[in-house]
């Protein structure tokens, strides 16, 4: 609006974790690349990923709870840079996904999406 404070944007690293994928999605993911707006100036980057078979609760005969893993689903574990708004103390991408630890992330890559990915970490 008229009067208005400018944008303040900041760069910050997340770590998300991707539930219960396909191990052939994890190719698609590729380090370094990266989301540009309409400005093209850079929004996202993988900068790193890993993964490990998904984990799971499991309940034993006597009714205990275990750690298990899923035979052919694997969990991933991504980290990207991520320029976003800061409105007072908060992190918003894409003016309307607030980055918060638990919340659900969604970005839109050239040959991957990660779609409601969860926010385990944040680094400013």
Avoid: C
């Amino acid at each position: 609006g008229i009067g208005s404070e400018p944008k303040k944007y900041t760069d910050i690293t997340v770590q998300v974790r991707y539930r219960d994928r396909w191990p052939y999605e994890f190719d698609a993911i590729k380090v370094d690349e990266s989301i540009f707006d309409g400005e093209n100036n850079m929004i996202a980057q993988v900068v790193s990923k890993e993964r490990s078979p998904a984990l799971r609760e499991v309940e034993t005969l006597s009714g205990q709870v275990v750690k298990g893993f899923s035979p052919v689903l694997d969990d991933f574990y991504v980290k990207l840079k991520l320029r976003v708004e800061t409105r007072d103390d908060q992190f918003v991408y894409r003016e309307e996904q607030y980055v918060k630890v638990g919340n659900q992330l969604w970005l839109l890559f050239p040959h991957y999406n990660i779609s409601g990915a969860y926010i385990m970490a944040i680094e400013k």
